[in-house]
């Protein structure tokens, strides 16, 4: 137990980690920012506070928690997949789990968290100039092109990060953020702390390899739960492309023509009938292997989210992901 005194008032902090069972939920409401600790092998599951008696609501009550695999009552054939998950956010359930809490490389699916932090700590209509370090030399990354001196909004910047995953641009947009990819980092693991993603750790904002660089299928299910609440993040990953005009150091336009790397949104890859795929983000590297995580609905509107992390390849990462939203009904 940890007690701060504020005010003189004295607050008790628990944090409780529960052994939970396939189909239990626990801990809810983001009201607390946790130390952030590299070392720690569990999630924090369940944060209770007591004030002059009182408890007041867990920390993940509303959120789908589980602490074991989860298949019961299910046909998803996940062999090829080291990490894999469905949630139920409406009723909070864990409809399918597989080494949600193993540590992974999550390449591009990072940019879901930096997308959340840009627009927690900057304003779409921004303007963003990038400076010699976008420059990328990682083989086979994926870039927009930018240069120095190039400016663009910072709405046009969270386009070409969401639908074509350009590395240099989340540069462009960490520096803008926060001077350095360094600083941006600390602002990345501190939202993901916030939002009980204590099982991860960033050190830079586009997902390229680095071995201090990971997260886990269930942290990553908190980070896109967070993510999908703002407007301008579903509004970006519901669409199959984008084209707009940015500008070069000298007042020359440059175009952005991209296409959504989700094969879902672009309908190359049918989805089963009571299912809408919203949105998602798609990551790939020799490291992580190939990464995919979707924002849906059924029939009925209710939402749900879906992730496979380190498929074998594209192909069977897109038939396993048909196969795991074919459980929602």
Same mark, same amino acid.
């Given at each position: 137990?940890?007690?701060?005194?504020?005010?003189?008032?004295?607050?008790?902090?628990?944090?409780?980690?529960?052994?939970?069972?396939?189909?239990?939920?626990?801990?809810?409401?983001?009201?607390?920012?946790?130390?952030?600790?590299?070392?720690?092998?569990?999630?924090?599951? #369940?944060?209770?506070?007591?004030?002059?008696? %009182?408890? $007041?609501?867990?920390? +993940?009550? =509303? &959120?789908?928690? *589980?602490?074991?695999?989860?298949?019961?009552?299910?046909?998803?054939?996940?062999?090829?997949?080291?990490?894999?998950?469905?949630?139920?956010?409406?009723?909070?359930?864990?409809?399918?789990?597989?080494?949600?809490?193993?540590?992974?490389?999550?390449?591009?699916?990072?940019?879901?968290?930096?997308?959340?932090?840009?627009?927690?700590?900057?304003?779409?209509?921004?303007?963003?100039?990038?400076?010699?370090?976008?420059?990328?030399?990682?083989?086979?990354?994926?870039?927009?092109?930018?240069?120095?001196?190039?400016?663009?909004?910072?709405?046009?910047?969270?386009?070409?990060?969401?639908?074509?995953?350009?590395?240099?641009?989340?540069?462009?947009?960490?520096?803008?953020? #926060?001077?350095?990819?360094?600083?941006?980092? %600390?602002? $990345?693991?501190?939202? +993901?702390? =916030? &939002?009980?993603? *204590?099982?991860?750790?960033?050190?830079?904002?586009?997902?390229?390899?680095?071995?201090?660089?990971?997260?886990?299928?269930?942290?990553?299910?908190?980070?896109?739960?967070?993510?999908?609440?703002?407007?301008?993040?579903?509004?970006?990953?519901?669409?199959?492309?984008?084209?707009?005009?940015?500008?070069?150091?000298?007042?020359?336009?440059?175009?952005?023509?991209?296409?959504?790397?989700?094969?879902?949104?672009?309908?190359?890859?049918?989805?089963?009938?009571?299912?809408?795929?919203?949105?998602?983000?798609?990551?790939?590297?020799?490291?992580?292997?190939?990464?995919?995580?979707?924002?849906?609905?059924?029939?009925?509107?209710?939402?749900?989210?879906?992730?496979?992390?380190?498929?074998?390849?594209?192909?069977?990462?897109?038939?396993?992901?048909?196969?795991?939203?074919?459980?929602?009904?």
């Amino acid at each position: 137990m940890k007690c701060i005194n504020r005010a003189g008032k004295t607050i008790s902090v628990i944090m409780i980690v529960f052994a939970l069972t396939a189909n239990l939920t626990g801990c809810g409401a983001k009201a607390y920012t946790f130390a952030y600790d590299r070392n720690r092998n569990n999630t924090s599951f #369940s944060i209770a506070s007591h004030t002059r008696g %009182k408890t $007041m609501e867990p920390f +993940a009550s =509303s &959120l789908c928690v *589980t602490s074991v695999d989860v298949s019961a009552g299910t046909d998803v054939d996940m062999s090829q997949a080291t990490a894999a998950g469905l949630f139920d956010i409406a009723k909070g359930k864990v409809i399918y789990a597989k080494n949600i809490h193993e540590r992974l490389n999550p390449a591009s699916l990072t940019k879901i968290l930096t997308a959340l932090c840009a627009l927690k700590y900057a304003n779409p209509e921004d303007v963003i100039t990038a400076t010699e370090n976008v420059y990328i030399s990682e083989s086979g990354a994926v870039k927009l092109g930018i240069t120095a001196g190039d400016t663009m909004t910072m709405d046009q910047a969270l386009h070409a990060l969401l639908l074509k995953s350009s590395n240099d641009v989340a540069i462009m947009i960490a520096e803008h953020v #926060s001077g350095s990819v360094e600083e941006f980092s %600390k602002l $990345m693991n501190e939202t +993901a702390n =916030s &939002l009980g993603a *204590t099982n991860s750790h960033f050190v830079n904002p586009h997902g390229l390899t680095d071995p201090d660089h990971y997260t886990t299928a269930y942290d990553l299910y908190l980070i896109c739960n967070e993510a999908v609440r703002n407007n301008k993040i579903l509004e970006i990953i519901q669409k199959a492309s984008y084209t707009s005009v940015y500008h070069d150091a000298n007042g020359g336009d440059k175009s952005i023509d991209v296409a959504n790397s989700n094969a879902y949104i672009k309908g190359e890859i049918p989805t089963p009938d009571n299912v809408t795929v919203l949105g998602g983000k798609t990551g790939t590297t020799n490291a992580a292997g190939n990464c995919l995580i979707l924002f849906a609905n059924d029939r009925s509107g209710n939402p749900f989210i879906a992730i496979i992390m380190q498929s074998s390849d594209r192909t069977t990462m897109y038939t396993e992901m048909t196969d795991l939203l074919g459980e929602i009904s």
